[in-house]
């Protein structure tokens, strides 16, 4: 599941909303900032993010534009234990669905633009390891 492309979401049903809410609770429960439907075995295009800004559901999310290059620290929920320095753009503009079905668009950057680059990788099987520098082993 991890690998395959996610399907895109044709409508916004209650199975959907009720998958926000468990992907958020599974989130937070695991202290991540982040989390994309196939990393609990759903293959659809949906994420969740929140790198303590807020909670952002997004539904079909696209990076429609990506700005400048910036290295950092990644982790992953799916990869417990491993750490590496991946490099991504620093500031994207995303848009996507909310959870009524609206489109809705974000300008972010820094570690919120990592974030939400990291979860739609996952959407296209990437998990962060395939792009990852200095990939190793954390102390348990
Ligand atoms: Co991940």
Known sequence: MLREKAKTVREVTPNILKLLDNM?????????????APQIGVS???????V??????????????AFGKAVDTEGCLSVPGMAG??????????????RKGEEVSYRVCGYMA????HEIDHLEGVVFVDKAENLRKLEQ
């Open 24 to 36: 958020a609770d599974t989130m937070y429960a695991a202290k991540g900032v982040g989390l994309a």
């Open 44 to 50: 659809k295009r949906v994420i969740v993010v929140d």
């Open 52 to 65: 303590g800004e807020g909670l952002v559901e997004l539904i079909n999310p696209e990076i429609i534009e």
């Open 85 to 98: 320095e991946v490099t991504r753009a620093e500031k994207v503009v995303i848009k996507g669905l909310n």
């Open 114 to 117: 990592r974030a939400f680059q």
